[in-house]
């Protein structure tokens, strides 16, 4: 094992098809510069294969809205899974610390639907969830909120496909059993709510009664979680993709041949000025480096008082599975060497590559003393 390799994150995503997991990782990523703003630290697609993928979702994204109106259809949905390599770093070093996030097809939770010859893939799928340390739940809040009557809140379950999220939460949650010393974080985020909260000029503000149906039609996923993972810390980040838009009607179409025997869509406006503004994507990322910073301080106190034998510990890792202990172990490792350096401030491409670990990790512990916004909520 070397020193050099970059630590890599995992970052686990569950939710139906159409949900918003692609937008909900492309307005990360989109959102990053301001909230990074003013830091020495970016955060930036590693590779052309994910840059694409950004590029690709940022111009389907830009160009619904410039169209006026849209619905869920509006954007072309995942075909196979993508992996979204993104690094978070000081400078174009290249170094830093490596964040990865699989997307993959919604329609695969359905068994079903799921094609028999992408069961392979979808078993990938899942065992990359089962390992990543951060779980994000895209929930629909449209289809939440718009339920008007019994028939319709009876098809929620079948629409937002409830028993499968909970099937893969239950599956990330019983892992974390096996991996005690690892900080785990599971994050419900609710997309598709800029009419519910009053802060966006939503014309019907619900974030008291959106809070409480995520809770109600969520509560067997939290209970899966926390009797699994009674050390994972839950949260609750709403997030807009896109900000500038308004719910228009939401249609419930009887459809006896679907599960739940109802289809949902939701049309949106946009709102002026018509321009993306990306909201609570900020308290996602705050929720990260909380977990990472955690994490190392515990590693570096667990080795500094000579309890825990990283290097012993990390190795056994390393030949087991790849785990967050062991990345979380390099990266420690790699800013108590800078630190140890630093008082030697020599003018070699290693001492700046010091320095840059240095500034990311104390970044890192910064955006992790952030505030987050009213909207966020421990669960
Ligand atoms: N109004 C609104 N629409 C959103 C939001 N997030 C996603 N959408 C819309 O929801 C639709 C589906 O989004 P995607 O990100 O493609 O959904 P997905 O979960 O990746 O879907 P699959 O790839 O089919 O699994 C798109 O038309 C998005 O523009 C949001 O926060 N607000
Ligand atoms: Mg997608």
């Known amino acids: ?36 703003g003013g830091t020495p630290v970016t955060l930036k697609p590693r590779g052309a294969a994910t840059e694409r993928r950004v590029m690709n979702r940022r111009a389907d994204l830009d160009g619904a809205v410039l169209s006026g109106k849209f619905n869920a259809r509006a954007l072309v949905g995942t075909t196979e899974p993508a992996y979204f390599q993104l690094a978070l770093e000081t400078g174009a070093s290249g170094a830093g610390l490596r964040l990865t996030l699989l997307d993959f097809p919604g329609s695969w939770l359905r068994a079903d639907i799921r094609p028999a010859d992408q069961d392979v893939d979808w078993q990938k799928c899942r065992a990359f969830i089962a390992e990543s340390s951060v779980l994000l739940i895209p929930i629909d809040a ?3 909120m718009e339920a008007a ?35 785990a974080l599971a994050i419900l985020v609710p997309v598709k709510c800029e009419s ?13 009664a959106l809070l409480d149906t995520v809770q109600q039609v969520y509560e067997s996923t939290l209970d899966v979680i926390r009797s699994n993972a009674p050390r994972a810390r839950i949260l609750y980040c709403p997030v807009d993709t896109l900000g500038c838009v308004e719910l228009l009607s939401a ?8 599960l739940g025997g109802y289809k949902f869509e939701a049309r949106f406006g946009i709102r002026r000025p018509a321009k993306i503004k990306v909201r609570g994507a900020e308290d996602v990322l705050i929720a990260m480096c909380q977990q990472l910073t955690e994490a190392r301080q515990k590693a570096e106190e667990a080795e500094t008082a000579g309890l825990w ?7 056994a890792l390393t030949r087991q599975k790849e785990g967050f202990l062991r990345n979380i ?3 420690a490792n790699g800013t108590k060497a800078a630190r140890r350096d630093d008082a030697g401030k020599k003018r070699t491409a290693a001492e700046q590559s010091r ?18 916004s009213e909207r966020a909520r421990t669960l």
């Not at 020193?3 to 159409?18: A, D, Y």
């Not at 249609?251 to 679907?258: K, L, V």
């Not at 990283?310 to 190795?315: F, G, P, T």
């Open 329 to 331: 172990w390099l990266w």
């Open 196 to 208: 519910y909260f009053a802060e966006d000029g939503g014309m019907i503000p619900a974030s008291h």
């Open 149 to 183: 009557g019994p028939r319709h809140r009876r098809a929620v379950p079948a629409i937002l496909t409830t028993p499968e999220v909970q099937a893969v939460a239950e599956e990330w949650a019983t892992e974390r059993l096996l991996r005690p010393d690892e900080p």
């Open 309 to 315: 034998d990283l290097a012993e510990k990390a190795d």
């Open 142 to 144: 449209s289809v939440l």
């Open 355 to 372: 320095q840059r670990a240095l500034l990311l990790a104390d970044t890192v512990d910064k955006l992790a003393r952030r505030k987050f």
């Open 1 to 36: 094992m070397s020193l050099n390799q970059v630590p890599e994150f995992k970052i686990g995503i569950v939710g139906p098809t159409r949900v918003g997991k692609t937008s909900l990782i492309a307005s990360i990523l989109a959102d990053s510069p301001r909230i990074l």
């Open 251 to 258: 249609d419930w179409e009887p459809s006896p041949a679907d």
